[in-house]
């Protein structure tokens, strides 16, 4: 492993021939975790701050609104608005408001840091950033207004870390498998019978752990029966039919320490430089293309009816993007959802 000098010196060398490049696409050029390249400016314009991750999560309402930004290796989401208070439920911190609705999985979040930047238009940027055991970016809050600065820097104050120094310590690989996870032989009748009896949408999760499978594997196995395979430009496509629909849509996007969501409408679809991209007021999707490898409808019966989303997977096998139609427990979704996702099953029947 390069030392801190050593890293410093091929990321300038990078830089200057990338200077664009964004910190997690330079970490992966130089075989490093992005937060190895965040924290040789440690002490400087990017501040370590204690791992007491509760605590800094309890004050992020007191910042007032906020852009909340969430990615995996292909999807970027982006929301705007102030985070209520949390609250715990199974191991997971939640945050839950029309505006910033957050599924956060604790055991997962290892390290914290407060970060000045720079956007490209050379506005100042102070965010916290929050990483995994080896180095993944989980989550980042950025301000929004000039006057929470004075916060900012009083949080940061609080919890600032006593070691600045760059070097990162060894960091922990992921323990969540890499690869594919398929259904145990014989298991098959018993795993689609148990998904026909199926009530909440919740339930879906304890039937992947009961059986030891992936959600990939599982989508596989009920193909025909409650799965039907898309087309990948289903996802623009969508994109465009809720654009001009105006159907209230949920985006989950998650990594390993995060769900997060957003409800609401399409307002802006903007194809741009191989992303596509939605680009509203308050909520921004980044998707890259190259990462949308299969898309499956899938279809889980509930008290309240079927459910149908479409759900996205990377090269890997890995959960990319899953699209709902907006829905509170207890109610229906929207007539124009279950419409378009029927018009999805009936074109590949």
Known sequence: ??????????????????????????????GV????????DAGGQVIRLRPDIPALLEALPTLGPLK???RNQWVVIE?????????TERGAAIFNSPTIDLRIYLSVWR??????????????????????????????????AAEQ????????????????????????????PTERIPLPPGKTEDFLREWDNLTDTHEFFGLLRRFGIDRLSAVKVAEGRHTWRLAPSTIHDLLEWARESQTPIMFFVGNAGIHHIYTGTVRMVSPARGWLNVL?????????????????????????????????????????LWIFGARKPGQAVPEAWRRYVESLRVGVA
């Open 1 to 30: 492993m390069l030392s801190a000098s050593e890293l410093r010196a091929a990321y300038e060398v990078l830089r200057q021939r990338e200077p664009h490049l964004y910190l997690r696409d330079a970490a992966e050029r130089l």
């Open 33 to 40: 975790s992005e937060m190895h390249l965040l924290r040789l």
């Open 68 to 70: 909340a930004l969430s």
């Open 79 to 87: 929301t705007i608005g102030t985070y209520p208070a949390p609250y």
């Open 111 to 144: 390290h914290a840091f407060a970060v000045r930047s720079f956007a490209k238009d050379g506005r100042p940027l102070y965010s916290l950033q929050f990483f995994s055991p080896w180095g993944e970016a989980l989550h980042k809050v950025y301000l929004t």
């Open 149 to 176: 600065v004075a916060r900012w820097e009083a949080l940061v104050a609080q919890y600032r870390h006593d070691d600045q120094t760059p070097e990162a310590e060894p960091l922990t690989p992921p323990s969540q």
């Open 280 to 320: 509203d007021p308050d909520f921004n999707l980044h998707i890259d293309p190259a990462g949308i490898c299969e898309v499956y409808l899938v279809r889980k019966p509930t008290q309240e009816g079927d459910i149908y989303s479409v759900e996205a997977f990377g090269p890997k096998g890995e959960e990319v």
